[in-house]
């Protein structure tokens, strides 16, 4: 091998290695290994990774994933692995507090004005098979007016949230909510989360925003009366609305609302099942003890107790009844093993379903072809005494994984990075 050949190997290696400084542990190289693109493994942490970043999140819009640029993995044997995903995500039309998952979730389209970016994650999968979110760092841009001009020139453009029409727009919108519905009483503008206005071919301005229970009552803007810091209340939910025409003459509105709380009820969560206290010992019925001699001993039951014994009929005589000629019963022992069928065995079997019918009792009740004992009327289980399980006195040493401090970067040598895209950009 030549000079120039080994320095070129060596370049090679040093994209992919890093170096690490952590708690415990000296300066150390780490060799990361990419991964092609369109790995189902790896696409599987994809999805799973936007989901655990939407549930992190607690303001803005849920993500959508569009594609998967570039993936590292670090392997760490018993510590687990470490994949380093750079992932491209879009905007969704889901306000974050919305239940509904990110995949039903529709991306918000170029004509409204596509967000869009990139989130470098961190995600550590144990040899268990759990999966956690390390870290997560994501960088949206809304795309430019003048990009969307060009190409939509009717097409509304963003407008500052914090803007008097905006705020105007939010609060008409929500008053005609009040009217529309009677879930919108109570409630308030919290937060104008997106603003857009159109000026061809009609005035219009478009508005996205929360809203929260006022139980202090509401200002000129609609927004909830604070009198104190304790004032402000969780999100109740999430409305967009739009208004056509001037705001302050009769203009034409339009709204809707998916609401997350309503008097104090959530509907994310499902409302838990009552539970009924129950005596911890549990009432075990007492019979009387059986006669010795079932035929002899045996009364019957009044079937009033205020009836006095003269009224009470004659105990049953089995002996009155003349018996019927019938075969003798055979009785069954699954434990006996199947002999030959010669004249002695015969004789043998014969003479011991004799032996043992002899000594049950009349309380044995006969079922077809078979005999069966039939338990007491106290009959109960005896509960064993089962010790638990101890668990082991030895504890395996745990083993903790590294992370890198830099997200890594660098070209893929895979062709397949970056991924195919989900969703079509402009």
Known sequence: MDISTFLLLMSLISLHTFHVNGEGFLLMPVELSPIPCTDKAVEKLSRLAVTYINEDRNEGYKFALNRITNVYLHAQGPAGSVYYLDLDVLETKCHIGSPKPWKRCEVRPFMETQVSGSCNTTILQTPEGFTYLYSYECALMPDPPEKLQQTCPTCPVLLSVDSPDAMNAAGITLEAYRRQSTLGVGLGVKKVTRAAVQNVPTKAIFV????????????????????????????????????YGDLNNYPDVKVSCEMFKIQNVDMVQPVKPQVLDLPTDPVIPTFPPLPDDPVNDLQPIPSHPSTSSATQQAPFDPTAIPSLPSEAPILVNPSAPVLSSSSESEESIVNRQQHTAGTLDSSSEESGALLARRPPFNFRYQRRNRRKRQSLTETTPSHNPVFLSDFPSGPSPFRSCPGPARYATV
């Not at 925003?209 to 202090?216: A, R």
């Not at 104190?228 to 109740?236: E, G, I, P, R, V």
């Open 208 to 243: 996205e925003y929360t809203v929260q229970e006022c139980t202090e009552g509401f200002t000129e803007r609609g927004t909830c009366q604070r009198l104190t810091l304790k004032s402000d209340t969780q999100t109740a939910g999430f409305c967009t609305g739009s208004v």
